[in-house]
């Protein structure tokens, strides 16, 4: 099929792709894609399947775990910051981000 597009590693020389877009992907993006779409299996096998319906917000939930990390690594990012900018104590702090 010469419209076709092949995307592969590119360090994968075993392929003939003569007939073929090829696109070289660096390695490390191909790393970054697979550790996504492992974490996003392991969410999902929680919640035992979920709606066709609900699936895009799902996977933009997970894309917001994976480029922002957990509720705690952010909420200590989040005190980090505002203790940078306003220069706040810490119960103040708790008061501000709970309420």
């Known amino acids: 099929m010469p419209d076709s597009v092949v995307c592969t590693d590119r360090a994968c020389n075993a392929l003939d792709v003569s007939e073929f877009k090829h696109y070289g992907i660096n390695h490390y993006h191909i790393n970054g894609t697979e550790n996504f779409w492992n974490q996003a299996k392991r969410r999902l096998q929680k919640f035992n399947g979920i709606d066709k319906k609900y699936f895009n917000l799902f996977l933009k939930e997970c894309e917001e775990r994976f480029n922002i990390g957990e ?29």
């Open 71 to 99: 509720p705690d690594k952010l909420l200590k990012d989040l005190k980090a910051i505002l203790k940078m900018y306003y220069r706040v104590s810490a119960p103040v702090l708790m008061l501000i981000v709970v309420f």
